[in-house]
């Protein structure tokens, strides 16, 4: 799919998501419920989102080990301006920005970094499964949705069963990459084994119980940090549902609201999907877009302020992560 048809596709998401998530909100309320926010919250509500990037951090570290010592590679670094790319930048352009500045170090490649970014992914989405499957069950109202209880667990299983599979086919499959590469031009041959081996070698690497374990346990909290942060908001707004329900609901519905392409920043998706996941309790639209938009801010601010530190860390600018977004799209 070309660059400019991913863009129109965004965009397209974002409008209907943005009508989803105006249409029938009273702003005077909003505003009300902004004005009548318990403040003193905002500081856990932050703290979880820099949690999460830490966590994220800890987490990719240990994928990334799986490749070889990761000597000073500023990994921490790495993952701020990777999730600073995706608010600031089209196409989630942080996902590419992210391993090539843990690159830079040279102590493992673009390609390999990339694939286990793709791992990464890979956990996230059998965490949410699980997670899923959590929150059918402490939603009550949401009795539409109990019945999909084992259609989750189904996925999760087959996720599962793949790594089985993958991890003990792992030597058979190098030497198909291998014979792959060859068959490619050289330069293109070397990322497709690059990235394959990478892949290949952290999500081996998970057969290891001091990788699995770890890799699972930060997977754990950090979507438990997520619905914490939710939690937070929730008591900021006083809203009027059960806490920790509300909090597992919003986690799941708003990460799969802005896994789909949208605008940079998430606008609009993120909004739509909290007021989804609020109106399971009867959470009347209004409070539900407040909700989403008070969730985003924060996040937002802390997410670029812990993105741009970085940058001035590592000597970095706002121009260099725009020219390697614009190679990868290139490319």
Not at 19 to 27: A, D, N
């Amino acid at each position: 799919m070309s660059r400019a048809v991913q863009i129109a596709v965004s965009l397209l998401i974002t409008a209907a998501a943005l009508w989803y998530s105006l249409h029938g909100v009273e702003f005077g309320q909003f505003l009300h419920d902004l004005q009548d926010a318990r403040w003193i919250w905002i500081g856990p509500i932050a703290l979880a989102a820099v949690a999460s990037l830490w966590l994220r951090a800890l987490r990719w570290k240990i994928l990334l080990e799986t490749l070889g010592p990761l000597g000073d590679t500023p990994v921490f670094d790495a993952t701020n301006i990777g999730f600073m790319g995706n608010m600031v930048l089209p196409l989630r352009a942080g996902e590419a920005i992210k391993p090539i500045v843990v690159a830079r170090a040279g102590r493992v490649s673009i390609p390999a970094a990339l694939a286990t970014v793709a791992l990464e992914r890979v956990c996230d989405l059998i965490m949410l499964g699980l997670i899923g499957v959590i929150t059918l069950a402490l939603v009550p109202q949401a009795d539409f949705l109990q019945g999909k209880t084992n259609v989750v667990l189904a996925g999760v299983g087959v996720a599962l069963l793949g790594i089985i599979v993958v991890i003990r086919l792992a030597p058979w499959l190098e030497k198909q990459l291998d014979v792959v590469a060859g068959w490619l031009p050289a330069f293109l041959g070397r990322i497709v084994n690059e990235a394959g081996r990478g892949f290949l070698h952290s999500l081996s690497g998970l057969a290891d119980l001091r990788v699995l374990v770890p890799v699972f346990l930060y997977s754990a909290l950090i979507w438990i940090d997520a619905a914490a942060g939710f939690m937070a908001v929730a008591l900021a707004l006083d809203v009027a549902a059960p806490l920790i329900p509300l909090g597992f609901a919003t986690t799941v519905i708003v990460a799969l609201a802005v896994s789909v392409p949208s605008a940079p920043g998430f606008i609009g998706v993120f909004w739509a999907g909290s007021e989804l996941a609020l109106g399971l309790f009867d959470v009347d639209k209004s409070m539900g877009f407040t909700f989403g938009v008070l969730s985003w801010i924060v996040q937002l601010i802390v997410i670029v302020a812990m993105g741009m530190w970085s940058m001035s860390r590592l000597n970095l600018s706002l121009g260099d992560m725009r020219n390697v977004a614009s190679s990868e799209e290139a490319s």
